[in-house]
């Protein structure tokens, strides 16, 4: 398994503002613009209403919507993350209700009891059943009506080294021998979230040279 957590503490330790190094930035430019797009179309409930990122890393999605003021939660495996998140949210004068655990089970939190839930490019992240556990988790604890939002690499590999990297068989995307990353077609992926009793109600793709990313606004089904 990745060590998610090692690789906070090295992002941490070189001075990196958060996961994805270099490029943070521009990652959360690009977030910010998705969700303030959400926010103008009426796709998230009215404040107050309580969200959860999964795999908030060390604040991502949970920084920007408590900066909007919504009521802010988040879960990520790595206790570094969790910590630095923390500190983060203080800093700045935020709140938010931070654990470290799985997003794959999540029994600290009671069904029905976000409006909203973020994949923080988490679900990617996931190999194999995991992502079936990690959207029955999601459908439990959103509420009838809530909104869960889907960011998610998708396509099939673009450049030579992503292609070099990819196993076709299982999907995947393979580091050191292991499976690290889910790589499905979007049609691959709305059909896993149809299984899981998720409807999709928006999706938009950005186009990458690397892999493209998709964004999907769900809502439960049933």
């Known amino acids: 398994m990745y060590d998610y957590d090692a690789q906070y503490r090295r ?49 991502s999605s ?3 919507m408590a900066r909007k003021g919504y009521e802010a939660h988040g879960v990520d495996i ?3 993350a969790i910590a630095w998140a923390r500190e983060r949210f203080a800093a700045a004068g935020l709140s938010a209700v931070l654990r470290q655990g799985s997003v794959c089970a999540m029994p600290f939190f009671g069904d ?5 839930v973020i994949d923080g490019s988490c679900l990617h992240c996931l190999i194999g059943d995991d992502r079936a556990w ?7 604890i959103l509420r009838r009506d809530g909104v869960f939002v889907v960011s998610s690499m998708c396509g099939l590999p673009k450049s030579d080294d992503a292609q070099a990297r990819f196993d076709p068989r299982t999907g995947c995307l393979i580091d050191n021998g292991e499976p690290y990353r889910t790589l499905k077609p979007l049609a691959e992926i709305e059909l896993e979230l149809s299984a899981a009793g998720f409807a999709v109600k928006d999706r938009s793709v950005a186009v990458n040279p690397w892999w493209d990313h998709a964004t999907l606004v769900c809502g439960r089904r049933g």
Do not use: H, K
């Open 62 to 64: 949970s920084f920007l």
């Open 112 to 116: 029905g009891r976000f409006d909203i």
């Open 11 to 59: 992002l941490r330790d070189a001075g990196s503002p958060g996961w994805a190094g270099d490029q943070y930035q521009r990652g959360q430019a690009r977030l910010t613009e998705a969700l303030d797009r959400l926010e103008r179309e009426g796709a998230f409930p009215l404040l107050p209403a309580r969200m959860l990122e999964l795999g908030c890393g060390n604040g």
């Open 78 to 80: 790595s206790e570094t």
């Open 134 to 140: 990690c959207l029955a988790e999601v459908r439990r």
